[in-house]
């Protein structure tokens, strides 16, 4: 049961919460896309990891809703880059976003019984 | 490092993004596979395995799927890219009005040209299941001929293959009418019983006819405009209304949009077949013959086997009635809105004014291709930075050709729309060719066949005039523009231009000749010799419902007297057809002795005359005598024969005196008279038999008659007085198509002149598009020559020695088309023979004025565009390149 449940919650968990860590992360501060990827790698110790071929696709979708903003940037020292921004658009998702799943997490926890601190 | 942007640019290619756009994402993900090869480097992979792993990464197949959802465009017209297009055409706009305009043009004709099309030829009647109607028309030697009461019943009766079978009539009339307080005239036709049940539509009000169609109702079908004229009540159903004298009872309305079966006229009431006792004997009368039969298929059954089903009923008919069937046979076909001889003519007609149409379509294309060939060289440098960029040549192409389709669909609407207007409008005109006869209804409204032929049309045009342009600038010379070179104009390109200019030539041409033939086919019509040396004739019809058959010769003698005491009035005489206006069905004569011969049968028409006839008209007078008062209904039966008549049976004998056998009651007639050939119907019939029968010998047929009417000046002047006369003498008469004979020529000559002014009208349309392309050619091709002919006046050359230069590369060109053209035109005239009378293929005059005009048209055309730059400072134009 496990092993059939775990691919499938495992992509649907992602897809929902891909749009929130992108979002999540841009709130600190403008970042290139590269930057984004390593930062979801490390964050979650490995078990989220995005390439080339997920993560532009999802940049670009919500870069087109109008909640990121991505434009050229040449720093001095550094190639030109392709920085991305949150939105005030952005910003009022996120933290809806942040709501939901936090509902969502709170709900899943009552019925498995797992707590968190 | 290697360089990932080819990579990446290399699987993109497939999205067909925007191609500023397309650069953003190349360079960012080239950033990131950068990046990526780096870390993996970092970590000690060797570059071989680094480099693996990022293009693995790059190939995964989600970043294609991924970013064609993320930049998704969901049609061509609809994509981002469509602004681009926007923006383009925008940036060079005089030159896309110029193609919009000479297009929408074009799209105008063409529109007008298919409404006239589907209108005459494929418009059904309004029916449920058009396509499963079939009309009936009965052949025999003599011709198609419209059914009698006894044959439509019999094939009614008879048949196995129609669910239902019913009958109307071509002919409808026009009658006065009175209901409550309107009064005015009405157009009616008289239909069977179930003519409504076997079209299959449904009443707005009360009932359509039911019963037997043998038994005589006064009862009438309202059309559903005519209702809403008498108040739109629905409580109408029951009235009575009257009309001569008589009271019909309104059945029911007609639904809304139905307009019957006969197009051209817009009916207000439908009768049945019989109205009255005294009509009845067209119930049994086999030579009466007027109706048009019609049936729906039963499932199952098709056209072919309905067909042979006829056929077999046919044989029938032919072996019961020998006499008045014999050799007839039955065809098939749908049911049209035109009576079957005028099918032929519509059809010659639409196809030549197609013809011309298309001829219009061309032209505003081949302008439309010359301007983009334009816009292509003013855009060149765009394309290189495209191409530069890594745009494939595909991609070109198709941003040309949706460039082309704006242009198309942009003129497509506005064609459309003006030319719907237009027809809508023309159904406010409602013409009326004479007085008394219905005004015409010109509905050549577009409807869905016509916008999906207008759709077809767009489709094809933005293929033809973009792709030209699409394949020659989507080869951008990298190499020679880094130069600094000009890279348009090239040979290629000029080969372009010159095709084009022979294109032009070659469609001016063909429409100066079309219109020219059709010129010199009136020309032709009105130096045919009539054979009747009268002119200054007026012809009338008079008929009067209220007197009794016994009394109509005395009618017509009374009224005879009346406008002989007109004064100016030289002469009066009567007649069933007046000339050039040939009524009544064909008979059948043999000479004597020789009616077992079947070849021996002659199919003519005949007309009943008094004995001044052929005095009046001035015919000819060649053996024997007139018709005279010792000719009367108890001397044996006299005719008067035609000279064409008279050569077929007696070539080198006097027929005077002989004898003939007339099919029709098989009677024994003997000769009186030769008179000379004349036109009888139509200026552009060969030479016909004819025969003439004494008015005085017959009664009872020769009872609806014309009168012919010889003034002593300009007869137009004398038309009021008679119509007066005429009124005073008997009030109920119905007074007709009251013409002078020029008026008469004039309606015969009404559709060539109609082809003329088409043929002419639209081929001054397409000439002039066709030399404004011209123009546009020359000038460009000579614009593009602008750095040569700077260095070539620099060194020394004559600005005329130049002009004459350019004017012969221009004279070759125009020369070819001229060439092409009649040579076109000469093949065209062959078919064109079947519309235009006496046109022979080779008509000498037309095609050396269409040559000449052409040609100096073309040269002048070719000077007026090449002159300015000629006249250029030699060292501006070589700077300015």
């Known amino acids: 049961m496990h092993d059939i449940v775990s691919p499938i919650l495992d992509r649907e968990l992602k897809k929902g919460s891909a749009e929130l860590l992108i979002l999540s992360l841009l709130e600190s501060g403008p970042r290139h896309g590269y930057e984004i990827s390593k930062l979801i790698e490390m964050g979650s110790s490995g078990v989220l990891s995005f390439n080339v071929a997920s993560l532009y696709p999802l940049l670009y979708r919500l870069e087109k809703r109008g909640w990121i903003q991505g434009r050229w940037v040449d720093k001095p020292g550094q190639r030109r880059r392709r920085y991305y921004q949150l939105t005030s658009a952005g910003t009022r998702v996120l933290g809806a976003q942040r709501r939901n799943w936090k ?15 | 490092m290697p360089d990932w942007r080819e990579e990446i640019r290399r699987r993109l290619a497939s999205l067909d993004l925007d191609p500023t756009r397309e650069a953003s994402i190349v360079e960012e993900l080239a950033q990131h596979a950068n990046d990526r090869y780096e870390e993996l480097r970092r970590r000690r992979a060797s570059p071989e395995e680094a480099e693996r792993k990022t293009l693995n990464e790059l190939s995964d197949s989600r970043l294609l799927k991924g970013l064609g959802q993320a930049e998704a465009s969901p049609a061509i017209f609809l994509s981002r890219r469509f602004p681009i297009t926007v923006r383009i055409l925008t940036k060079y706009w005089k030159l896309t009005a110029v193609a919009v305009v000479s297009l929408a043009v074009a799209m105008v004709a063409s529109v007008a040209g298919l409404s006239v099309f589907n209108a005459l030829l494929l418009r059904p009647p309004t029916a449920s299941h058009p396509s499963r109607l079939l009309t009936l028309h009965q052949t025999s030697p003599a011709g198609e001929r419209p059914a009698s009461f006894p044959e439509y019943k019999y094939y009614r009766e008879h048949n196995r293959s129609f669910s239902g079978m019913a009958a109307f009539s071509y002919g ?16 009616g036709a008289g239909v069977s019983e179930n003519y409504f049940d076997v079209l299959g539509v449904r009443p707005a009000a009360g009932r359509f006819f039911k019963g037997d169609d043998s038994v005589p109702k006064r009862e009438v079908v309202l059309s559903y405009p005519f209702w809403q004229r008498l108040g739109g009540d629905p409580a109408i159903v029951g009235k009575t209304i009257n009309s001569k004298g008589q009271q019909f009872m309104i059945v029911g309305v007609a639904p809304k949009g139905f307009s019957g079966t006969v197009a051209g006229f817009s009916l207000d009431m439908w009768g049945t077949l019989f109205t009255e006792e005294s009509d009845r004997d067209p119930l049994s009368d086999r030579n009466n013959r007027s109706l048009t039969p019609f049936g729906r298929l039963r499932p199952g059954v098709t056209r072919q086997e309905a067909e042979a089903d006829l056929r077999v009923q046919a044989t029938q008919l032919a072996h019961d009635f020998p006499d008045f069937n014999k050799d007839c046979s039955v065809r098939v076909g749908p049911l049209t809105m035109l009576p079957g001889d005028l099918i032929g003519l519509a059809r010659n007609v639409s196809w030549t004014l197609m013809g011309v149409v298309l001829l219009v379509l061309l032209a505003a294309c081949a302008n439309v291709v010359n301007l983009l060939l334009g816009l292509a060289t003013a855009r060149r440098q765009e394309m290189l930075i495209r191409a530069a960029l890594g745009a494939t040549r595909a991609r070109l192409i198709v941003q040309l050709l949706r460039e082309a389709g704006l242009i198309c669909v942009l003129s497509g609407v ?6 719907w207007y237009g027809l809508q409008r023309l159904l406010d005109f409602r013409p009326v060719l004479f007085a008394g006869l219905p005004p015409l209804l010109l509905d050549f409204r577009p409807d869905f066949r016509v916008v999906g032929l207008t759709v077809a049309v767009i489709l094809l045009l933005t293929l033809a005039v973009g792709i030209v342009p699409a ?18 104009g090239g040979t290629r390109k000029r080969r372009a231009r010159n095709v084009l200019v022979v294109f032009q030539t070659m469609i001016g041409t063909l429409v100066l000749v079309g219109a020219g033939l059709s010129f010199r086919s009136i020309e032709y019509l009105k130096q045919v010799p009539l054979g009747f040396s009268a002119r200054n004739l007026v012809f009338t019809y008079v008929s009067d419902d209220d007197t009794k058959p016994a009394e109509i010769a005395g009618f017509y003698a009374r009224l005879r007297d009346e406008i002989e005491a007109v004064p100016g009035v030289t002469a009066v005489t009567l007649a069933t057809s007046s000339p050039l206006s040939q009524n009544g069905p064909p008979e059948q004569v043999a000479p004597e002795g020789m009616e077992s011969n079947q ?16 005095s009046v008209l001035g015919l000819p007078l060649l053996a024997g005598r007139h018709f005279e008062t010792i000719d009367t209904e108890h001397s044996p039966e006299a005719v008067i024969i035609n000279h064409t008549l008279a050569r077929k049976y007696w070539p080198d004998q006097d027929p005077v005196g ?12 003997q000769i009186v008279g030769v008179v000379g050939d004349s036109k009888y119907d139509d200026l552009d019939e060969g030479q016909l038999p004819y025969i003439y029968f004494a008015a005085s010998q017959h009664p009872r047929e020769a009872t609806d008659l014309s009168f012919i009417i010889a003034t002593s000046g300009p007869p137009k002047l004398w038309i009021p007085p008679i119509v007066d006369r005429i009124h005073k003498a008997a009030p109920a008469a119905f007074i007709f198509g009251t013409l002078t004979m020029d008026e008469q020529i004039d309606l015969v000559l009404l559709l060539p002149r109609i082809i003329f002014v088409a043929v002419s009208g639209f081929g001054l349309l397409a000439f002039v598009l066709a030399m404004a392309g011209l123009y546009a050619t020359t000038s460009y091709s000579v614009s593009e020559r602008k750095k040569e002919i700077g260095i070539r006046i620099a060194l020394g050359a004559q600005s005329r020695d130049l002009m004459f230069a350019l004017l012969r590369q221009s004279a070759v060109a125009t020369g070819l088309g001229l060439v092409l053209g009649i040579g076109l035109s000469i093949v065209m005239s062959s078919f064109i023979g079947a519309v235009l009378f006496g046109i022979r293929p080779l008509e000498g005059r037309v095609l050396l004025v269409v040559a000449l005009a ?6 002048s055309t070719a000077y007026l565009a090449a002159r300015p730059w000629i006249r ?8 300015h390149s």
């Open chain 2, 471 to 488: 394949l020659y600038s989507s080869v951008p010379n990298l190499a020679g523009a880094l130069n600094g070179e000009i890279v348009v």
């Open chain 1, 103 to 117: 509902a969502f997490v709170t709900a899943i926890g009552r019925i498995a019984g797992v707590r968190y601190a």
């Open chain 2, 414 to 419: 506005i064609g459309f729309s003006l030319a």
């Open chain 2, 599 to 614: 070849d021996q049968w002659a199919t003519l028409h005949y007309n009943f005359v008094q004995a001044n006839y052929f």
């Open chain 2, 872 to 879: 250029t400072n030699p060292l501006e134009a070589v700077r």
């Open chain 2, 172 to 187: 409808i009339g026009v009658a006065p009418f009175e209901f409550a307080h309107e009064k005015g005239n009405v157009v």
């Open chain 2, 658 to 669: 002989r004898r003939m056998r007339v099919r029709t009651g098989n009677r024994l007639v």
């Open chain 2, 854 to 859: 052409t040609s100096a048209m073309g040269l």
